[in-house]
């Protein structure tokens, strides 16, 4: 019976496909799952633990994209067959869409006997991805606030994670950030394996560490930093019990960072090398290597993953505009955007100022209140940045906002991406680089145009 309805699940979900494909409405990639889902509730389950090599599972407000990008890099170097919900969406619809287009008409996926799943989950998809994929490795990269009108609290992040975990197999490895103690905490009352991860270089240490999302320890206790890499995320230790960064297995150290590339020590596997940059990518990365090896994934495979990997859609992605160089880094949130800042410093350091545009949007996948740009801290780039252009549909906010952190005045001040592009021709010439920040809507925009212009370039997908 349960067969039944999955294959019945199966065929209206790919009629659903044929029919979005049919009517051009854009990508399609959740309608399918949707679908499915209406007819089988237990599609995911019942699709997905047939893959019986087990299912890995990667979530966190920043990184999971990229961690799960090297993750897939590193099954296709050990030559292990996997599905993963890559163009889908990272919530259940999304996972259901994955599934299904692998699937045949009678409700099975052809070889899943042999493969592995890899699954990218949203935060608060969480507990029904893990009731119901039952995944052998969870990772998680991270716990930043993000967009405020989205999930509010971390602390509702935090409660949907433990919920999670309650219904997670015992035998299931956990991947934690060491150096993030909100992260940390998932461990506790955690009887099952757990495989850490976190950075060992001193080099990275900063005092301008930016906005911290950090909770208190479950004792009530506040968190001390003997180093601190970023926001709450560095070696930290409770001020009133005994809980502190735990020894993390995996471990970057001697890490070098570079325009589009990065490469570091990890014990066991020498200096890897990858094209991600910015500490949170070398972060990422750990995250991935962690993951592969709770998997049980060769080294070789793991290096091969890093090496192979190319950035996501507007992350670290360069397009060539007219001779310029347009460095697309996509930051949703505040955390997201001061570790950019953060690359952009160290980089100002060795090429001298730099030129920046940064682009806000308000809609719905933004997050319609602008007013976490508050909580970025542009001050890290004050007297480092030469020239800059504000766009999107809030350019004025940023306007404000980099006027109290001491920028210069913006070259153009403009909603329209084609004015934007048109400004930085003229204040730029061929060689040079510009570094984009835009939220994610605004990304979409700018693309569109450059399209047009038939300048885009890079890892489009
Ligand atoms: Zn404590």
């Not at 090896?293 to 992350?315: D, K, M, N, T």
């Not at 160290?346 to 730099?354: D, F, I, N, Q, V």
């Given at each position: 019976?349960?067969?039944?309805?999955?294959?019945?699940?199966?065929?209206?979900?790919?009629?659903?496909?044929?029919?979005?494909?049919?009517?051009?409405?854009?990508?399609?990639?959740?309608?399918?799952?949707?679908?499915?889902?209406?007819?089988?509730?237990?599609?995911?389950?019942?699709?997905?633990?047939?893959?019986?090599?087990?299912?890995?599972?990667?979530?966190?407000?920043?990184?999971?994209?990229?961690?799960?990008?090297?993750?897939?890099?590193?099954?296709?170097?050990?030559?292990?067959?996997?599905?993963?919900?890559?163009?889908?969406?990272?919530?259940?619809?999304?996972?259901?869409?994955?599934?299904l287009?692998?699937?045949?008409?009678?409700?099975?996926?052809?070889?899943?006997?042999?493969?592995?799943?890899?699954?990218?989950?949203?935060?608060?998809?969480?507990?029904?991805?893990?009731?119901?994929?039952?995944?052998?490795?969870?990772?998680?990269?991270?716990?930043?606030?993000?967009?405020?009108?989205?999930?509010?609290?971390?602390?509702?992040?935090?409660?949907?994670w433990?919920?999670?975990?309650?219904?997670?197999?015992?035998?299931?490895?956990?991947?934690?950030?060491?150096?993030?103690p909100?992260?940390?905490?998932?461990?506790?009352?955690?009887?099952?394996?757990v495989?850490?991860?976190?950075?060992?270089?001193a080099?990275?240490?900063?005092?301008?560490?930016g906005?911290?999302?950090?909770?208190w320890?479950?004792?009530?206790?506040?968190?001390?930093?003997?180093?601190?890499?970023?926001?709450?995320?560095?070696?930290?230790?409770?001020?009133?019990?005994?809980r502190?960064?735990?020894?993390?297995?995996?471990?970057?150290?001697?890490?070098?960072?570079?325009?589009?590339?990065?490469?570091?020590?990890?014990?066991?596997?020498?200096?890897?090398?990858?094209?991600?940059?910015?500490?949170?990518?070398?972060?990422?990365?750990?995250?991935?290597?962690?993951?592969?090896?709770?998997?049980?994934?060769?080294?070789?495979?793991?290096?091969?993953?890093?090496?192979?990997?190319?950035?996501?859609?507007g992350?670290?992605?360069?397009?060539?505009?007219?001779?310029?160089?347009?460095?697309?880094?996509?930051?949703?949130?505040?955390?997201?955007?001061?570790?950019?800042?953060?690359?952009?410093?160290?980089?100002?350091?060795?090429?001298?100022?730099?030129?920046?545009?940064?682009?806000?949007?308000?809609?719905?996948?933004?997050?319609?209140?602008?007013?976490?740009?508050?909580d970025?801290?542009?001050?890290?780039?004050?007297?480092?940045?030469?020239?800059?252009?504000?766009?999107?549909?809030?350019?004025?906010?940023?306007?404000?906002?980099?006027?109290?952190?001491?920028?210069?005045?913006?070259?153009?001040?403009?909603?329209?991406?084609?004015?934007l592009?048109?400004?930085?021709?003229?204040?730029?010439?061929?060689?040079?680089?510009?570094?984009?920040?835009?939220?994610?809507?605004?990304?979409?925009?700018?693309?569109?145009?450059?399209?047009?212009?038939?300048?885009?370039?890079?890892?489009?997908?």
């Amino acid at each position: 019976m349960t067969r039944i309805r999955t294959s019945a699940a199966v065929v209206a979900g790919k009629a659903a496909g044929v029919a979005t494909r049919v009517l051009r409405r854009g990508g399609g990639t959740a309608l399918p799952g949707l679908v499915a889902e209406r007819v089988d509730p237990r599609l995911v389950a019942n699709l997905g633990r047939t893959l019986g090599r087990g299912r890995v599972m990667v979530t966190g407000t920043n990184g999971k994209t990229t961690t799960s990008r090297i993750i897939a890099a590193a099954f296709d170097a050990a030559g292990v067959p996997y599905v993963h919900n890559r163009e889908g969406s990272n919530l259940m619809r999304g996972m259901a869409s994955t599934l299904l287009s692998r699937a045949n008409l009678a409700g099975a996926i052809p070889g899943a006997k042999n493969a592995a799943g890899l699954f990218e989950a949203d935060e608060a998809t969480m507990p029904a991805a893990v009731a119901a994929l039952q995944p052998r490795v969870i990772a998680f990269t991270n716990l930043f606030r993000d967009q405020l009108d989205r999930y509010g609290e971390v602390d509702t992040v935090m409660t949907l994670w433990q919920r999670a975990l309650a219904a997670a197999s015992r035998d299931a490895t956990l991947v934690l950030n060491a150096d993030d103690p909100s992260v940390a905490e998932l461990a506790i009352g955690w009887s099952g394996p757990v495989h850490w991860f976190g950075i060992d270089d001193a080099a990275f240490a900063s005092e301008a560490a930016g906005a911290s999302d950090a909770r208190w320890c479950p004792c009530g206790g506040d968190y001390r930093y003997d180093r601190r890499y970023f926001a709450h995320v560095g070696w930290w230790r409770c001020a009133s019990c005994d809980r502190t960064r735990p020894d993390p297995a995996t471990s970057a150290h001697a890490i070098e960072l570079d325009l589009d590339h990065a490469s570091f020590e990890v014990d066991g596997l020498g200096r890897v090398e990858t094209p991600l940059t910015g500490l949170y990518n070398v972060s990422n990365a750990l995250a991935a290597v962690a993951a592969c090896r709770a998997f049980g994934l060769p080294s070789e495979a793991i290096r091969g993953g890093l090496r192979a990997v190319r950035p996501a859609f507007g992350r670290q992605e360069v397009v060539n505009l007219e001779g310029r160089s347009l460095r697309l880094f996509l930051a949703k949130n505040p955390a997201g955007a001061n570790q950019v800042l953060l690359l952009l410093r160290e980089l100002s350091r060795r090429r001298g100022p730099l030129k920046v545009a940064l682009l806000l949007n308000d809609r719905f996948a933004d997050g319609q209140d602008v007013s976490w740009i508050w909580d970025v801290d542009h001050e890290l780039l004050t007297g480092a940045v030469e020239a800059w252009w504000a766009g999107g549909d809030r350019a004025e906010d940023l306007a404000v906002r980099l006027k109290y952190a001491g920028w210069p005045a913006p070259l153009l001040v403009d909603h329209a991406p084609g004015a934007l592009l048109d400004a930085i021709l003229r204040g730029t010439a061929p060689g040079e680089d510009v570094f984009v920040i835009p939220t994610y809507t605004v990304m979409l925009d700018l693309r569109q145009e450059l399209f047009e212009r038939h300048a885009v370039a890079g890892a489009m997908e």
